[in-house]
C-alpha cells in the first residue's frame, strides 16, 4: 500500500488571508498546497454587505499584489476579466465596493484547485502519537466533510508538513449582552440581541421591533446605524446609539500614521514587552477601530436633513456611556439596558425593543489544536504567542494569519498586509523567496537607530556632532 500523500502545507480557513495564501501558492510548482473549510463558498461578512459599503484599503489591497503585482489573480485582472476595468477606471475611486470585492474573492476562489469547501476541521495530531516524534513528522489534519445543509456526511483526513491556520476571529459580545441575547432566545415574543455580523438577515425584524439600540462604536456601528436612518425615522423607530468610548471618533487616515501598516512598525511592536503591546493596542484603536470620516460627515447630514422644519428624528447618540448590565423584561417583552455615564457616574435605565452589538471580533486559539496543544506556544492569558515571522510553535512548521494582533498590532486584520505576511510564512516553507519581501518600506524611523552620518562628514566625526 502507498505511503499516504503529505502536502507542503495545509491551510485551514479560506477567508481573504487563507484565499490570498492560496493564490500566491499555486504559482509556486515546489509548493503543494490544500486549503479546507467548513462554508459552502466564499463570502465575506455577508451580514454587513450593505449596498454601497466599500472596503476601507485601497484596491492594491486585493489577495496578492502587494506579493506579486503581476499575478493573474489581481482585482484589476478580476475587472478586465468581467468587463469593469473602464468603469472603475472613470469612477476614479481607491475604494472597490465591498460587495465587488466579495465577487473578486469568489472569482479568484473560483480558479484555484487546491481550495475544499464543506470541510470543517476538528482536529491536528501528529500522526505517532508519541511526542518524541520527530519534528518534521507530517501533522494529520481531520475533517468533517459537510453537506449544504451543513450536516456531517463524511470524514476527510490530510497530512501537511506545515499548517497556515486563516480560521479569522469570531464576533465578540460583551458578557451582559450575551446573557441578555439567550433571555431574549427564551422569549419568542422577545425582539433580536445580535451582534453585527448577523445584522443584514434580521434587519426587517430589528425595525418591527419598535425601537432599537446599537451598542458600540466602530465602522460597523456607524454603517448600521446609518443604514437604519431614514426608514428608522419614516417609519417611527427609535434608534438610539450607545458608544463607552469618550467620542464617536474618526479612523485615522493620516498618511505617517498608515506607515504603522509596515513590516518595520510591526518588529517594533513585536519587539516591545506584552504589557506595554496591551497599552499600545487600545492608544491606537484610532488606527482602524473608528469611523471613516466620510461615513461620520453623512450620518450628520442624514441628521440635518431628517430635522429640517423642527422635524422630530427618533433618535439619540451618547457616548462615553457603558452597558453595565442588561436584562430582558418578559412582562413588557422589552429589553432592559442599565447605562452608565463614565465622566458623570451617573447611571439610568434603558429600555428597547432590540439590540445590535457593535462589539467587535476577537481571536482565540481553535479547539482543533488542543491534540497538539505541547507543540504550541501560549502566553499567560493563554492566546497563541505569535513569533514575529507568525509560527506558534518551535519547530516553525504552524503559521497563523491574522490571530496575531495581540502580538503584532495594527498589521494583523489589515487586507493590505496579507500579501507580506503570506510572503513570510511562503519562505518558510520554501526555503526561499518566492516574493521578494520588503524589510522597511516607510520613511519615519521606529525605535532610536543611531544617528545616521551627515552627508560629507568623515566616519570618525559622525558620531561627535553631539560632543560639540
Ligand atoms: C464587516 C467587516 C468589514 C471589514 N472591512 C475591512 C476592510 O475594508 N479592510 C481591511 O483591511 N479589513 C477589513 N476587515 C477586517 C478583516 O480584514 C476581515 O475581518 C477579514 O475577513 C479577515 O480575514 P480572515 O481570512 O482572517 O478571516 P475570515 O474572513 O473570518 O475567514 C475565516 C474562515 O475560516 C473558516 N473556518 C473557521 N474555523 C474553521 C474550521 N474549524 N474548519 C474549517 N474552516 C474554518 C471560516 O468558515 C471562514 O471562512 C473587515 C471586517 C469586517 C467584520
Avoid at 28 to 51: K, T
Avoid at 426 to 455: H, V
Wanted: proline share 7%.
Amino acid at each position: 500500500m502507498s505511503a499516504p500523500h503529505v502536502h507542503d502545507l495545509v491551510g485551514i480557513g479560506i477567508g481573504p488571508f487563507g484565499l490570498g495564501m492560496a493564490a500566491l501558492s499555486e504559482p509556486l510548482a515546489d509548493v503543494d498546497a490544500i486549503f479546507l473549510d467548513q462554508a459552502s463558498e466564499f463570502r465575506w461578512h455577508p451580514g454587513m454587505m450593505l449596498e454601497g459599503a466599500t472596503i476601507q484599503v485601497p484596491f492594491l489591497a486585493d489577495l496578492v499584489t502587494m506579493a506579486d503585482p503581476t499575478s493573474p489573480y489581481s482585482f484589476l485582472a478580476f475587472l478586465k476579466a468581467t468587463g469593469r476595468l473602464y468603469p472603475f477606471y472613470i469612477r476614479e475611486s481607491f475604494y472597490p465596493l465591498r460587495s465587488e470585492y466579495d465577487a473578486y474573492c469568489r472569482w479568484v476562489a473560483e480558479r484555484l484547485e487546491s481550495l475544499r469547501w464543506r470541510r470543517r476541521v476538528v482536529a491536528v495530531e501528529r500522526e505517532a502519537d508519541d511526542t518524541a516524534a520527530s519534528a518534521d513528522e507530517p501533522f494529520l489534519v481531520t475533517a468533517e466533510v459537510l453537506d449544504a445543509a451543513g450536516a456531517v456526511i463524511g470524514i476527510e483526513q490530510h497530512r501537511g508538513r506545515h499548517l497556515v491556520l486563516g480560521v479569522g476571529t469570531d464576533p465578540e459580545l460583551p458578557p451582559s449582552l450575551r446573557e441578555l441575547a439567550a433571555q431574549a432566545g427564551a422569549d419568542p415574543s422577545a425582539g433580536p440581541v445580535l451582534h453585527t455580523a448577523d445584522y443584514l438577515p434580521a434587519r426587517e425584524s430589528l425595525l418591527a421591533a419598535g425601537s432599537i439600540t446599537i451598542v458600540g462604536s466602530g465602522q460597523s456601528a456607524a454603517e448600521v446605524y446609518r443604514d437604519l436612518l431614514d426608514e428608522a425615522t419614516t417609519r417611527g423607530v427609535q434608534l438610539d446609539w450607545v458608544t463607552r468610548s469618550t467620542r464617536f471618533f474618526p479612523m485615522e487616515y493620516t498618511k505617517l500614521s498608515l506607515e504603522l501598516t509596515s513590516p518595520e512598525y510591526t518588529d517594533h511592536y513585536r519587539g516591545l514587552p506584552e504589557e506595554l503591546r496591551e497599552q499600545l493596542g487600545r492608544e491606537q484603536r484610532g488606527l482602524y477601530k473608528g469611523i471613516s470620516g466620510d461615513l461620520i460627515d453623512d450620518i450628520h447630514e442624514a441628521l440635518y436633513r431628517l430635522s429640517q422644519g423642527g422635524r422630530e428624528v427618533p433618535t439619540t447618540l451618547l457616548s462615553d456611556v457603558a452597558v453595565t448590565a442588561a436584562r430582558h423584561d418578559a412582562a413588557t417583552g422589552e429589553h432592559v439596558l442599565t447605562l452608565r455615564h463614565g465622566q458623570l457616574g451617573t447611571q439610568r435605565e434603558h429600555r428597547t425593543g432590540a439590540v445590535i452589538a457593535a462589539t467587535g471580533y476577537l481571536s482565540s486559539p481553535p479547539a482543533f489544536l488542543d491534540p497538539i496543544a505541547e507543540r504550541i506556544r501560549f502566553d499567560a492569558r493563554g492566546r497563541l504567542d505569535v513569533s514575529r515571522d507568525y509560527t506558534v510553535d518551535a519547530a516553525g512548521r504552524i503559521h497563523v494569519l491574522n490571530a496575531e494582533e495581540h502580538t503584532h498590532g495594527v498589521t494583523a486584520p489589515d487586507l493590505g498586509f496579507g500579501p507580506w505576511r503570506a510572503s513570510v510564512v511562503l519562505a518558510a516553507i520554501t526555503g526561499r523567496e518566492p516574493y521578494p519581501i520588503e524589510q522597511s518600506i516607510a520613511f519615519q524611523s521606529f525605535g532610536l537607530p543611531p544617528q545616521p552620518a551627515r552627508p560629507g562628514a568623515t566616519p570618525a566625526t559622525a558620531g561627535s556632532a553631539t560632543s560639540r
